[in-house]
């Protein structure tokens, strides 16, 4: 049988360094790769971790690199043969001091956290072997997001038919209208960062009942979850949970036990499953 192997994206410092660490605390039965798009701070983390007796290795990965990401799944087919833990943890923020058009935020943003993240799971979702586990990492800001959206967008968002076609010309459809400056006015919220966090959250759902169809029998289990406020270089010193704390949540959707039915497609924020 190939060795294991599981997968974090974003990771050589914040939460998604944290999630690396706790999956070899827990004494995760296999390698972890340690993805980043920075060769020497990718590098960098992993001697760190290495110090502390940790095995772990690291890959390359820009998510808004398609080519990026196809290398990924490249080598991953070669050396293990397949995917047990997909991890999708990079993502921005533009700061509230940000003197960027809302425009051209909203448009970076989207391509990095919604695009980048869509794209690293069309290269190694064909990877994913039985009882594989998926987290994407979302934000409680995804919920507070939709719940200011027009009711019509609220509507598409919690439609469980939606495709994941349509979500993705929702989500062009935020950044024209950032672009033009009349999102507002069509009903969308005023945070760039939280809208791409509903595609996630919702690209969560539709992916889940995509594996439900496809892979029916194979026990995958592919969950959003929220880390929670954390003190990164992204949220700020003034968040309340540590790295490691904010790692946890992550962590226990990637190692679901084996013959567990849920959650899937769910958002899970302190392993408890949200409203949404």
């Known amino acids: 049988m190939s060795k294991k192997v599981a997968v974090v994206t974003g990771a050589n410092k914040g939460i998604g360094y944290a999630i690396v ?11 972890v790769i340690l993805t980043a798009r920075n060769e020497k701070l990718g590098n960098e983390a992993v001697e760190k971790l290495k110090s502390e007796g940790f095995q ?4 390359p990965l820009d998510i808004c690199d398609q080519g990026s990401a196809i290398e990924l799944s490249n080598f991953l087919r070669k050396t293990y043969g397949g995917l047990d833990v997909l991890i999708n943890n990079a993502g ?5 001091d940000a003197t960027e058009p809302f425009g051209e935020q909203a448009e970076v943003t989207m391509r990095t956290n919604f695009w980048g993240t869509l794209w690293v799971c069309r290269a190694l979702f064909p990877l994913l072997r039985p009882n594989a586990r998926v987290v994407n990492v979302s934000s409680f800001v995804s919920k507070k997001a939709l719940d200011v959206c027009s009711p019509q967008l609220q509507a598409k968002f919690r439609d469980i038919e939606l495709s994941e076609e349509d979500l993705c010309l929702l989500m062009g459809e935020f950044v024209i209208a950032a672009k033009q400056g009349n999102h507002l006015a069509q009903g969308w919220p005023k945070t760039a960062y939280g809208t791409t966090k509903i595609g996630v959250t919702v690209l969560s759902r539709i992916q889940a009942h995509m594996l439900t169809k496809t892979r029916a029998g194979d026990g995958i289990l592919l969950n959003a979850c929220c880390p929670g406020w954390v003190r990164t270089d992204m949220a ?13 949540t992550p962590t226990y959707l990637a190692l679901l036990p084996e013959g567990a039915k849920e959650p ?3 958002l899970v924020w302190d392993k408890t499953v949200q409203e949404w």
Not at 21 to 31: A, I, V
Not at 92 to 96: E, G
Not at 239 to 246: H, I, N, V
């Open 236 to 248: 700020g010193s003034d968040a309340p949970k540590t790295p490691e704390e904010g790692a946890q």
């Open 92 to 96: 921005i923020a533009f700061k509230n």
């Open 21 to 31: 660490r706790e999956l070899c605390k827990t004494k995760f039965p296999g390698d």
């Open 56 to 59: 772990v290795v690291y890959h």
């Open 264 to 266: 899937h497609g769910q």
